[in-house]
């Protein structure tokens, strides 16, 4: 079974710019959610999508969103780029927030350089 | 916050098992303790996860106290490939999850 992939893989934008990741998960596997990785914050939860609608959301300003198709792939989406939003971008995968198991599958991430 | 607490870092002689210990002290009735690992630039690997019982898969062991308040995750035969940041993660399905800063397990040749 295919894992998690995630596109670009790697991306260099600048200030101001907008950036769309996207974001496939595991067949079958409904729930999306989104983290953000910096060297000083570590692993950042962003927001979680489950049949198209987001059902958690992290602590982080107006200017990164997301969606999920009926597909269950995912998007998100940082408008107004800053410098501080260099990161690696890791979307994870799991069946549903509902089952036994809920483990998350991730994907290798997308490295975003803002310059 | 991150609700577990975990020792920054820890040595484990390759071929012997590794113990990583976590501290959720405030762990509530229907959460789950799950474990994952970071191996450098690559995204976290699920490992285990369990909610009282001690459990076993092909990857580590886990076990559980009693009162929940701590877990520990075995590695049973570390490999130098073992090497990576173990994260524990406490939360039920309805909350979002939350990574503290892990445990960096080095494995020594």
């Known amino acids: 079974k295919a894992g998690v992939t995630q596109t670009p893989r790697y991306l260099i934008k600048t200030r101001g710019q907008q950036v769309t990741l996207s974001c496939s998960p595991i067949?079958?596997?409904?729930?999306v959610s989104w983290y953000q990785q910096t060297p000083g914050q570590g692993l950042q939860f962003l927001f979680e999508?489950?049949?198209?609608?987001?059902?958690n959301k992290g602590n982080f300003p107006g200017r990164f969103s997301g969606r999920q198709f009926s597909n269950s792939r995912s998007e998100m989406n940082v408008s107004t780029l800053e410098l501080g939003d260099s990161a690696l971008y890791l979307c994870?995968?799991?069946?549903?927030?509902?089952?036994?198991?809920?483990?998350?599958?991730f994907g290798p991430g997308t490295r975003l350089t803002v310059t | 916050d991150a609700k577990t607490t975990q020792p920054p870092s820890m040595d484990c002689a390759e071929g012997r098992a590794a113990n990583l210990p976590c501290n959720h002290s405030?762990?509530?009735?229907?959460?789950?303790v799950y474990w994952y690992r970071q191996i450098h630039s690559q995204g976290p690997q699920y490992i285990i996860h369990?909610?009282?019982n001690n459990e076993t898969n092909e990857m580590a062991s886990l076990i559980i106290t009693e009162d929940r308040k701590s877990s520990t995750l075995i590695l049973p035969h570390a490999t130098l490939r073992d090497t990576a940041v173990y994260y524990c993660?406490?939360?039920?399905?309805?909350?979002?999850?939350?990574f503290g800063k892990g445990t960096r397990l080095h494995i020594l040749p």
């Open positions: 994870a995968s799991s069946l549903d927030p509902f089952s036994s198991s809920y483990e998350q599958y």
């Open positions: 067949s079958g596997h409904r729930s």
């Open positions: 999508y489950f049949s198209e609608t987001q059902r």
């Open positions: 405030t762990i509530s009735g229907n959460e789950y």
């Open positions: 369990g909610l009282k």
């Open positions: 993660i406490v939360t039920n399905r309805d909350d979002k999850i939350i």
